[in-house]
């Protein structure tokens, strides 16, 4: 792990951590940190060792506050717009369908692109002290990593609406209430109150994990597939077995 790693990686107990460090930038996702950030969750979603991945930002201050507005100005034409939208897209979509769960621990500003990174995870936990918001109308541009979509159909189409066409922050008691987060804890707490749900995770069998992940949006036929498949494995008879035996694993 070097100064200059965009993104830093720990792990130990089947949880990796990723961390994205740019904090003077208040972390704000450059080309470096997505492609950082995509080979590193490909790599997770491959190791065993690695259960539940946690993804947080460097510093007391953000999460991520946006996709990096510098970069914008370098993007030619129309094309290269919409090329650079599909490729930040792509890379949520992937975080979005890995087997394995992801929290983002939300330390900070959670703005534009950094938002849309937490909606790509599974849960999101929230320092009291974050704050949300859209600001891509004030810019004249767009959430553009498919944020748009997720936050509709996470918190409603209204409520989302009403982020982005004001570009409006609101405080983490307020995205709780929205329910665009799932907890609000202590700041300190944090980290300890993430890796506690995390390890809580990464004690289940993975295969049962992925397949309730891969059930979400493919109805009642998928589920019963899957549950089929499951309930025959050897982890889930043995595990059956010692509830019914009144044993621990
Ligand atoms: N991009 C680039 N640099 C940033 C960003 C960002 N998103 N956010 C902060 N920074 C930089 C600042 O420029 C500043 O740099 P420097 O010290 O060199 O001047 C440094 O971080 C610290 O920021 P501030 O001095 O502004 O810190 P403050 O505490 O005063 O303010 C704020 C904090 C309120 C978070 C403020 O920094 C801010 O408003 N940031 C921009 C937030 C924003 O608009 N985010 C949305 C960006 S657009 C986006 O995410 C679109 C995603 C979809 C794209 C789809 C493809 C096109």
Redesign the pocket.
Known sequence: MTREDAVQAEQSNGILVLTVSRP???N???RRILAELRSRLLQAERDDAVRVTVITGEGG??F?????????MD?ADEQA?RE??RH??EIFAMIASLTKPVIAAING?A??????LALACDIRCASERA?F????A??G?????G?IERAARLIGRSASLQLMLT?M?IDAAEALRLGLVDRVVAHDGLMREVLALAARMAEQPPAALAAIKECLGRGMEAEAALFGRLVVSDEARSRCRAFLEKRRR
Do not use: H, R, V
Request: glycine fraction near 24%; avoid cysteine; proline fraction near 7%.
């Open positions: 003077q930038a208040l704000a996702l450059n201050k953000a991520a506050a946006g996709a990096d507005i510098g970069e914008f993007l717009g650079y939208a930040g897209q500003y703005l534009g692109g950094g938002l849309e704050t918001g859209f600001p891509e004030t810019l541009i767009l959430p553009g990593f944020g570009g922050p």
